[in-house]
């Protein structure tokens, strides 16, 4: 057997260069400045509706799906340091045991679904970001996040879906403003587009 290093380097889809840690750096810092307005609870509902899930959407959707699945792994690992990055000042390992930790979880899982469906687009167009961002940063985000917060809260998972209906009408005007914001910017700079970049 060689014991000669390999000199077969890893996918370059796989690699992160300085300009990446750059990108998805700031996508972390920009999904804590949306919490920055804080938060609104409706009916009683144990999760706030905060803008940011705007930042998860914008995250895959701009940086791909495993860029932006760690763009948002990097700002929870920022939230268990105790940084008070979530909405309402929030942070600490206490969030992660809270009602709000399936949706964090699935913030991850959602960016990953948004920049997965974004990069299989033959173009960037907005009504196809606008349904990557419906499916992955809303219906996986909430696939994660009711039933985790049905088992923490001791309520049935029918009631807290009903409740999460108050979250649709922001996440509908999110995922579109998201979905322009990423046209935009790729129509004004192509290499932005996350197939550009797999």
């Avoid at 992660?96 to 979880?105: A, N």
């Avoid at 970001?129 to 309520?155: M, W």
């Avoid at 922001?170 to 797999?198: E, F, I, N, Q, S």
Wanted: charged letters at 10%; a positive charge.
């Amino acid at each position: 057997m060689s014991t000669e290093p390999s000199t077969h380097a890893p996918p370059a889809r796989w690699t992160v260069g300085a300009s990446d840690a750059a990108r998805i750096a700031t996508f972390a810092a920009l999904i804590a400045v949306l919490g920055m307005p804080g938060s609104i609870a409706f009916f009683g509902n144990a999760v706030p509706i905060t803008l940011q899930t705007l930042g998860v959407m914008l995250a895959g959707a701009l940086l791909g799906a495993w860029r932006g699945a760690l763009a948002v792994g990097t700002f929870l690992v920022l939230v268990a340091a105790g940084l008070p990055l979530l909405a309402g000042g929030r942070g600490g390992l206490g969030v992660f045991v809270g009602p709000s930790v399936g949706y964090l979880v699935g913030f991850v899982a959602g960016a990953a679904v948004v920049g997965w469906l974004v990069e299989r687009a033959r173009r960037t167009t907005l009504p196809g970001v606008v349904v990557a961002c419906l499916v992955g940063g809303v219906l996986v985000v909430y696939a994660f996040g009711i039933p985790a917060q049905a088992v923490i809260t001791g309520v049935p998972v029918e009631t807290v879906a009903r409740l999460s209906l108050v979250f649709l009408p922001g996440d509908l005007l999110k995922a579109l403003l998201a979905a322009t914001v990423t046209v935009g910017v790729v129509r004004a700079y192509p290499p932005a587009a996350p197939a550009a970049r797999r």
